[in-house]
T-cell receptor, first 116, second 114 residues
Framework: AQSVTQLGSHVSVSEGALVLLRCNYS??????LFWYVQYPNQGLQLLLK??????LVKGINGFEAEFKKSETSFHLTKPSAHMSDAAEYFC??????????????FGQGTILTVHP | EAGVVQSPRYKIIEKKQPVAFWCNPISGHNTLYWYLQNLGQGPELLIRYENEEAVDDSQLPKDRFSAERLKGVDSTLKIQPAELGDSAVYLCASSPRQGSYEQYFGPGTRLTVT
């Protein structure tokens, strides 16, 4: 079964600093990978997804993530944090085929705090 | 385009009472998901529908949980009877077609069982 681990349940950065949220997956076959953001009392919003050969994926709000097969990682980054980036971020994985096609398995989430 | 609509947004009930949540997916989306999100954790899939057919309900606790999606549009998730451990956020999501990797989430229903 697919699984994903997010290192660090809380990350705190200063406004303007680099944001790095870590995600590692476990799978014998490279899966499809996603990052979602959840603001308080709201549903999840897709930030970006990896489903193709392009290993560097750009998403909304200036975020990007790089798929590294050798490290089984899909870390999320943003060069300069903004106060509005404060939210909870979830990494998710999906099989490319089989009976679990399209089924998402989420990590436990990382709460990002941005301070002035 | 309207997003996924869920109601109610908040519900407080006493244990052993029944409760129901309603979801209206994005128009034209054939795939509908119900997720459970416990505090401090990621969502966990309860059930997935393709049109009106439940194609994956392996994680649904069938002794107390039930779901339906009549006519392949709106869906209702029910708990009867509710237990204290059911306190969580129940999220509904939809996708435009089977196997689509883009899921659009509603705001969720926060259930508190006292």
């Amino acid at each position: 079964a697919q699984s994903v681990t997010q290192l660090g349940s809380h990350v705190s950065v200063s406004e303007g600093a680099l944001v790095l949220l870590r995600c590692n997956y476990s799978s014998s076959v490279p899966p499809y990978l996603f990052w979602y953001v959840q603001y308080p009392n709201q549903g999840l919003q897709l930030l970006l997804k990896y489903t193709s050969a392009a290993t560097l994926v750009k998403g909304i709000n200036g975020f990007e993530a790089e798929f590294k097969k050798s490290e089984t990682s899909f870390h999320l980054t943003k060069p300069s944090a903004h106060m509005s980036d404060a939210a909870e971020y979830f990494c998710a994985v999906s099989d490319r085929g089989g009976t679990s096609y399209g089924k998402l398995t989420f990590g436990q989430g990382t709460i990002l705090t941005v301070h002035p | 385009e309207a997003g996924v609509v869920q109601s109610p947004r908040y519900k407080i009930i006493e244990k052993k009472q029944p409760v129901a949540f309603w979801c209206n997916p994005i128009s034209g989306h054939n795939t509908l998901y119900w997720y459970l999100q416990n505090l401090g954790q990621g969502p966990e899939l309860l059930i997935r529908y393709e049109n009106e057919e439940a194609v994956d309900d392996s994680q649904l606790p069938k002794d107390r949980f039930s779901a339906e999606r009549l006519k392949g549009v709106d869906s209702t998730l029910k708990i009867q009877p509710a237990e204290l451990g059911d306190s969580a956020v129940y999220l509904c999501a939809s996708s435009p077609r089977q196997g689509s990797y883009e899921q659009y989430f509603g705001p969720g229903t926060r259930l508190t069982v006292t």
